[in-house]
């Protein structure tokens, strides 16, 4: 018997995308759960694409980093909730921050390989939502009492309940190895790159300014989708200019002179979902659906943050895409001068900064700051930690797509656990 051929790998389309307006925490979506968000973007995906007919998409892969046990299977109850064919299959992906971009690779290799033709990838997040462990020492007695073989021995389990075992635990902000919170980390970054207060606030504030004028020229149009009565995301302020960022006072780094690091350039709690609809060529041209652009490389990456130079600024929590993306060019045969636009996801201005510094240290020529987040981003979006890589992808193929002609963009994600995940979509 003859080996099987592996299949040639076939371009993976970018058709569309859609999603909720972001919203602080405890603001308008306090009462969504993560099913309700990432139903509604996937709703508004299936109207503008038109896919509500049997079998019109193969596969939906998304996930959350904030999840509740209700959010078990989370993919799947939402197509089941959705004007999705509920014949769909779908599976849930988690890797912090990346999570988002991470579904769309996961559904952008299947189509590659044949396996499936469409799919919808995306992801989904509530900070206002966020699930309450019990205490730790109250789940022990509980257990404790559920073992008990007889009514006795249930009743004397109980009663080694005590007032504090009913404080919950709320969820923390921090690196379960370091206990630093990733604002925190950021500011350790910040410090060892050099990066300045007046270079943070003038990038928070080209955010919001960008983020506004794409707003006021339709480019959201198709992209957004009214949710809970917002129809932009809350977090905008258009007004923003370096000088009101300069009042702020710095909230991250106050251990170390100097700080730097404000409300202002770094990203609020944020609630919201994201979906994108990812398609092979053949596909999108028998439904009549022009590709936006096409993703053609990825890559990933991970930074030893505990015990590398993080002092340094080598190994800082969110510095992975300084790895990622020049192995990514290098795979690709590219240069970084060669792309026409750049998204980096804007956890904090001191991480992008110190991100395009790193990238220059690795050889990597000068990033043009009018390419960069041309359409604004994280810090002026808000930052639902998985829906952000869904966001983007749909942005910068966009963004791309009414340039008109041949173009190339460059995404990169950081993620928590000092990971970062990059990709190329192109236009030929």
Not at 127 to 132: N, R, V
Not at 147 to 168: C, D, E, N, T
Not at 304 to 310: E, I
Not at 354 to 383: C, F, Q, Y
């Amino acid at each position: 018997m003859s080996p099987l051929k592996p299949p040639r790998a076939r371009r993976v389309a970018v058709v569309g995308g859609a999603r909720v307006p972001f919203a602080r925490s405890d603001g308008p979506y306090a009462t969504a759960s993560n099913q309700e968000m990432l139903t509604a973007a996937l709703d508004g995906l299936v109207e503008r694409h038109g896919l509500q007919g049997p079998g019109a998409v193969g596969e939906f892969v998304a996930g959350a980093v904030l999840k509740h046990s209700r959010d078990f299977n989370l993919a799947r109850e939402t197509v089941l909730g959705s004007t999705l064919d509920p014949r769909t299959p779908a599976y849930d992906v988690q890797q912090a921050c990346g999570t988002g971009l991470q579904a769309v690779i996961a559904a952008a290799n299947k189509i590659a390989l044949g396996q499936t033709e469409s799919a919808v990838a995306g992801g989904v997040d509530t900070a206002s939502d966020a699930p309450l462990g019990v205490n730790d020492r109250l789940r022990r007695i509980l257990l404790e009492a559920r073992r008990a073989k007889s009514p006795g021995a249930r009743v004397k389990a109980l009663a080694k309940i005590r007032p504090a075992h009913l404080v919950p635990d709320i969820p923390r902000n921090a690196e379960p190895r370091t206990g630093l919170s990733m604002g925190e980390h950021a500011a350790v970054t910040a410090r060892a790159w050099g990066i300045t207060r007046e270079a943070q606030d003038e990038l928070a504030a080209a955010s919001h300014q960008r983020l506004a004028a794409a707003y006021e020229r339709g480019f959201f149009q198709d992209l957004v989708v009214p949710f809970r009565g917002l129809v932009r995301d809350q977090n905008l302020r258009p007004g923003s200019t370096v000088e009101k960022l300069a009042a702020l006072k710095p909230v991250f780094g106050l251990d170390a002179p100097g700080p730097t690091m404000t409300a202002g350039n770094s990203t609020p709690l944020t609630d919201g979902a994201a979906t994108v609809l990812l398609a092979s060529e053949e596909w999108a041209e028998a439904r009549g659906l022009e590709p936006l652009a096409y993703l053609t490389a990825y890559e990933t990456a991970a930074v030893d943050f505990v015990g590398g130079d993080v002092a340094g600024g080598e190994d800082g929590l969110l510095m992975a895409p300084a790895y990622a993306v020049p192995r990514m060019l290098e795979r690709a045969g590219l240069g970084i001068e060669e792309f026409d636009l750049v998204e980096i996801h804007e956890a904090f201005a001191s991480q992008v900064l110190a991100t395009l510094a790193a990238w220059e240290k690795r050889g990597l020529a000068p990033v043009d700051r009018a390419r960069l987040n041309t359409a604004g981003s994280s810090l002026a979006t808000g930052h639902p930690f998985a829906a952000t890589g869904a966001r983007v992808v749909a942005t910068l193929a966009k963004l791309l797509a009414e340039r008109g002609g041949p173009g190339r963009g460059l995404i990169s994600v950081c993620a928590a656990g000092g990971q970062g995940v990059t990709a190329i979509l192109e236009r030929t």
